[in-house]
């Protein structure tokens, strides 16, 4: 997985889904918030990839961008799409894949 910081610019309106970019047989990465509180970071998903199931300490918020997800929390799927968000509960385990290419914004809240 590709990551780099790409914090936003205050006062100036940001096309997310432009500020990540798909890799063939990837998935792409950029932080753009990372503090003791949370971190905000855009993923960009090749279709086929994926994250394997874990479990964090903190609620996760999904947002996705462009395209469709399949998410899968406590053992049950989620589909969602361009326009959703997915609340993904703290200690439970999830995975996320991608049956096509979509992008999304992942949002944590540690506390």
């Avoid at 326009?83 to 914004?105: C, D, I, W, Y």
Wanted: charged content about 20%; glycine content about 8%.
């Amino acid at each position: 997985m590709n990551k780099a910081t790409e914090p936003i610019e205050p006062a100036k309106p940001v096309h997310l889904a432009e500020r990540v970019q798909y890799a063939e047989g990837s998935i792409v990465s950029r932080a753009l918030v990372q503090k003791p509180v949370g971190s905000i970071t855009l993923f960009a998903f090749d279709a086929g990839q994926g994250l394997n199931e874990h479990t964090a300490p903190y609620d996760a918020y999904v947002q996705i961008l462009d395209g469709e997800a399949e998410l899968v929390i406590g053992g049950q799927i989620v589909n969602s799409k361009s326009g959703e968000t997915v609340l993904m509960p703290a200690n439970v385990s999830h995975a996320v894949n991608a049956r096509q290419r979509f992008k999304m914004l992942l949002t944590m809240i540690r506390g």
